[in-house]
């Protein structure tokens, strides 16, 4: 399959993406503020910086979809790939790995997927990371309740990038949000996936960690 096959499928995918925005509800929190996800933790708003890459970094990776689709409409996420931008042929699978230390737990709230939450507290303050359509989740992850949580601590194995919930397009949907699950873009960047760091190095922008 070619990306052009995979392009005609985006929109679906990004019916699906705003559904989760619209409706997740995390650990009891407010689902109040998602009014205001698209220009959510603008560049030069304070953040705090907890996160690491959701996967091992090698050559291979890419972004596929940024803040924003390619075409314009609101993602809420950032989409990685194991493969070639230019065709989902050759997409790959790969572990996915905690961000940051947390509490987690999968299957456990509105989701496109399989997917891992994990909630975290950073100097006082709450914010969860999403890990969605995944292939297969961890057996040491607790499925179905959010009031069945384990610890985990941040490069710990989450489960396998698949496709479920957005059939032939491998990928991994990393979001961050925060207490009231209003997403944030845990780059800081807002705009199209041109403006986003190759994914092959840790970076050190937004909401991530620097070397």
């Known amino acids: 399959m070619q990306f052009s096959r995979f392009s005609i499928r985006r929109s679906l995918i990004a019916t699906a993406a705003v559904a989760l925005t619209a409706g997740l509800s995390l650990f009891a929190a407010s689902p109040s503020g998602t009014a205001n996800a698209a220009t959510a933790a603008p560049a030069g708003q304070a953040r705090?910086?907890?996160?690491?890459?959701?996967?091992?970094?090698?050559?291979?990776?890419?972004?596929?979809?940024?803040?924003?689709?390619?075409?314009?409409?609101?993602?809420?996420?950032?989409?990685?790939?194991?493969?070639?931008y230019s065709g989902s042929r050759g997409w790959q699978t790969f572990p996915v790995i905690a961000s940051?230390?947390?509490?987690?737990?999968?299957?456990?709230?509105?989701?496109?997927?399989?997917?891992v939450f994990v909630k975290h507290v950073v100097n006082g303050a709450t914010?969860?990371?999403?890990?969605?359509?995944?292939?297969?989740?961890?057996?040491?992850?607790?499925?179905?309740?959010?009031?069945?949580?384990?610890?985990?601590?941040?490069?710990?194995?989450?489960?396998m990038a698949g496709?479920?919930?957005?059939?032939?397009?491998?990928?991994?949907?990393?979001?961050?949000?925060?207490?009231?699950?209003?997403?944030?873009d845990p780059y800081s960047v807002?705009?199209?996936?041109?403006?986003?760091?190759?994914p092959n190095i840790t970076p050190g922008i937004g909401w991530f960690v620097g070397n």
């Open 127 to 159: 914010y969860y990371t999403y890990y969605g359509h995944l292939a297969s989740i961890s057996k040491d992850i607790p499925l179905g309740s959010q009031s069945r949580t384990v610890h985990v601590k941040r490069g710990q194995f989450l489960g």
């Open 48 to 84: 705090a910086q907890f996160l690491t890459l959701p996967f091992e970094p090698t050559d291979r990776m890419e972004i596929l979809s940024g803040w924003y689709y390619n075409g314009g409409g609101f993602h809420g996420g950032i989409d990685f790939i194991n493969g070639n």
């Open 190 to 198: 807002g705009k199209l996936r041109g403006a986003y760091p190759a």
């Open 163 to 184: 496709d479920t919930g957005a059939r032939g397009a491998l990928h991994l949907h990393f979001a961050l949000m925060n207490a009231n699950s209003t997403p944030l």
């Open 100 to 115: 940051a230390d947390g509490e987690a737990c999968g299957n456990c709230s509105s989701r496109q997927g399989n997917a």
